[in-house]
């Protein structure tokens, strides 16, 4: 009877942070499609090892399963990146070639395509992205982030102070004013 | 407080990090410095600029309802009470084979033995994955130094196990650091050494380690190799080629036990 208890919080807390999982997983993966089939997947996940949960913060516990299959995902990405021919295969090129704002930008209204910071953050290596997100987005804590990356809290703040100096660099060195140029 | 605490205190207080008679402390000085000042007024502006312009992305009714239509079609508590039935008649018998048995080496070991090859995989997995993720981090080290007396305190406190730590300076492979990783659920001290451009991780494993078979495992262009390093089993992570890998190896298994 656990097990039913587990389960229904696990559907609870999935559904009360799903907003927040989908939102880390947007920015990890740029797309709608392949954050939502992620965060299904971390659902799945969750769901199935809703016996092992031991308590705890339950939210990080969620978004550091959402985490990881963001990060699979990434990874089988990079890797049909690498293994792509571009010679006479300009679709594929196409494809493994850095994208842009298409990338992400689909849905985005004009004015957040604007926005300088939306886009300086999508050009930030993931793990300064992924601590910018956690703490600033969602607000969480840095014990919280410290969960959801499996690393320790120094690893956080210094990747936190890291991704906080490129943007505020970039977004100084560029000037809101200038139009943007492609990051 | 002077200005090179209170800029290291600044993340924290600006994260909600801080205790409050350390905020106090900094308050106190911010208020006579306009340069602490000014970086907290930046890092404000940016967290403003980045909830106001960085859009959070909400779930789309779409993945809503997919998440609630598979909670529906699980497989029900009922059909999942075989396994939960199981677990508290796996327990009675553990804790009956643990009455018998003196300690519980036996039981450790047949669980190990069970699942020793999944587990090593995992493991494995884990170790390449810190590697890369130090790889791609701004630095692999979190304390910087070459000075094998300076590395070996820095880990006290920090993980279970202090490791034995040793440069190897005048055979090729210098010490340059060391940080802290996650393997699996454990904190492990890794230490990290240069050998030409390459770079060499030497975790230390929790636990003693898992079996192996003692050969290396490839992946991407990385090489595993597992050793002994002064009694502590050792995972050598690197893009060293395989005759370098192997001397490397060698050496720490060359390593006697004590500091």
Same mark, same amino acid.
């Given at each position: 009877?656990?097990?039913?208890?587990?389960?229904?919080?696990?559907?609870?807390?999935?559904?009360?942070?799903?907003?927040?999982?989908? $939102?880390?997983?947007?920015?990890?993966?740029?797309?709608?499609?392949?954050?939502?089939?992620?965060?299904?997947?971390?659902?799945?996940?969750?769901?199935?090892?809703?016996?092992?949960?031991?308590?705890? $913060?339950?939210?990080?516990?969620?978004?550091?399963?959402?985490?990881?299959?963001?990060?699979?995902?990434?990874?089988?990405?990079?890797?049909?990146?690498? $293994?792509?021919?571009?010679?006479?295969?300009?679709?594929?090129?196409?494809?493994?070639?850095?994208?842009?704002?298409?990338?992400?930008?689909?849905?985005?209204?004009?004015?957040?395509?604007?926005?300088?910071?939306?886009?300086?953050?999508?050009?930030?290596?993931?793990?300064?992205?992924?601590?910018?997100?956690?703490?600033?987005?969602?607000?969480?804590?840095?014990?919280?982030?410290?969960?959801?990356?499996?690393?320790?809290?120094?690893?956080?703040?210094?990747?936190?102070?890291?991704?906080?100096?490129?943007?505020?660099?970039?977004?100084?060195? $560029?000037?809101?004013?200038?139009?943007?140029?492609?990051? | 407080?002077?200005?090179?605490?209170?800029?290291?205190?600044?993340?924290?207080?600006?994260?909600?990090?801080?205790?409050?008679?350390?905020?106090?402390?900094?308050?106190?000085?911010?208020?006579?410095?306009?340069?602490?000042?000014?970086?907290?007024?930046?890092?404000?502006?940016?967290?403003?600029?980045?909830?106001?312009?960085?859009?959070?992305?909400?779930?789309?009714?779409?993945?809503?309802?997919?998440?609630?239509? =598979?909670?529906?079609?699980?497989?029900?508590?009922?059909?999942?009470?075989?396994?939960?039935?199981?677990r508290p008649w796996m327990a009675m018998a553990a804790s009956l084979l643990l009455a018998f048995v003196a300690g519980g080496a036996a039981l450790a070991a047949w669980q190990?033995?069970?699942?020793?090859?999944?587990?090593?995989?995992?493991?494995?997995?884990?170790?390449?994955?810190?590697?890369?993720?130090?790889?791609?981090?701004?630095?692999?080290?979190?304390?910087?130094?070459?000075?094998?007396?300076?590395?070996?305190?820095?880990?006290?406190?920090?993980?279970?196990?202090?490791?034995?730590?040793?440069?190897?300076?005048?055979?090729?492979?210098?010490?340059?650091?060391?940080?802290?990783?996650?393997?699996?659920?454990?904190?492990?001290?890794?230490?990290?050494?240069?050998?030409?451009?390459?770079?060499?991780?030497?975790?230390?494993?929790?636990?003693?380690?898992?079996?192996?078979?003692? =050969?290396?495992?490839?992946?991407?262009?990385?090489?595993?190799?597992?050793?002994?390093?002064?009694?502590?089993?050792?995972?050598?992570? =690197?893009?060293?080629?395989?005759?370098?890998?192997?001397?490397?190896?060698?050496?720490?298994?060359?390593?006697?036990?004590?500091?």
């Amino acid at each position: 009877m656990i097990s039913t208890s587990n389960r229904a919080v696990v559907d609870e807390l999935a559904l009360r942070h799903l907003d927040a999982a989908y $939102n880390l997983g947007r920015w990890l993966l740029g797309n709608e499609q392949d954050a939502s089939d992620a965060v299904h997947d971390a659902y799945l996940r969750a769901a199935r090892a809703c016996d092992t949960y031991a308590g705890g $913060n339950a939210r990080a516990w969620f978004l550091a399963i959402v985490r990881n299959c963001c990060l699979a995902r990434l990874a089988v990405r990079h890797k049909e990146k690498k $293994n792509v021919a571009i010679d006479g295969n300009p679709a594929a090129a196409e494809r493994a070639m850095p994208q842009g704002d298409d990338d992400v930008g689909d849905s985005l209204d004009s004015e957040q395509r604007r926005s300088l910071v939306a886009q300086y953050l999508r050009g930030l290596p993931d793990v300064y992205r992924e601590v910018l997100v956690l703490r600033e987005i969602e607000e969480l804590s840095y014990r919280e982030i410290a969960d959801v990356l499996e690393t320790p809290i120094g690893t956080v703040m210094s990747r936190l102070a890291r991704g906080r100096t490129l943007l505020h660099k970039a977004l100084t060195d $560029n000037g809101p004013t200038e139009p943007p140029h492609g990051l | 407080m002077d200005c090179k605490t209170a800029s290291d205190l600044l993340p924290l207080y600006f994260d909600g990090e801080l205790d409050r008679a350390t905020s106090r402390g900094f308050e106190a000085h911010v208020d006579a410095c306009p340069a602490c000042r000014d970086a907290l007024v930046a890092l404000d502006a940016l967290r403003q600029a980045l909830r106001h312009e960085a859009p959070r992305f909400d779930a789309p009714g779409a993945l809503r309802a997919r998440v609630i239509a =598979s909670a529906a079609g699980m497989p029900t508590p009922e059909a999942r009470q075989f396994r939960v039935a199981l677990r508290p008649w796996m327990a009675m018998a553990a804790s009956l084979l643990l009455a018998f048995v003196a300690g519980g080496a036996a039981l450790a070991a047949w669980q190990r033995a069970s699942s020793a090859s999944a587990v090593e995989a995992q493991q494995t997995r884990d170790l390449f994955a810190s590697h890369w993720r130090a790889l791609a981090a701004t630095s692999p080290i979190d304390v910087v130094s070459t000075d094998q007396h300076t590395v070996k305190p820095w880990f006290a406190g920090k993980v279970a196990t202090a490791p034995v730590v040793r440069d190897f300076k005048a055979e090729g492979y210098a010490l340059i650091g060391g940080r802290i990783d996650y393997v699996g659920n454990d904190r492990v001290p890794v230490l990290v050494y240069q050998h030409g451009k390459h770079l060499v991780d030497v975790f230390i494993l929790p636990g003693g380690g898992v079996a192996s078979d003692g =050969s290396p495992v490839q992946m991407q262009g990385y090489v595993l190799e597992r050793a002994m390093l002064g009694g502590q089993a050792v995972a050598i992570v =690197s893009d060293m080629d395989r005759a370098e890998l192997t001397r490397f190896r060698d050496l720490l298994d060359s390593q006697v036990q004590g500091d």
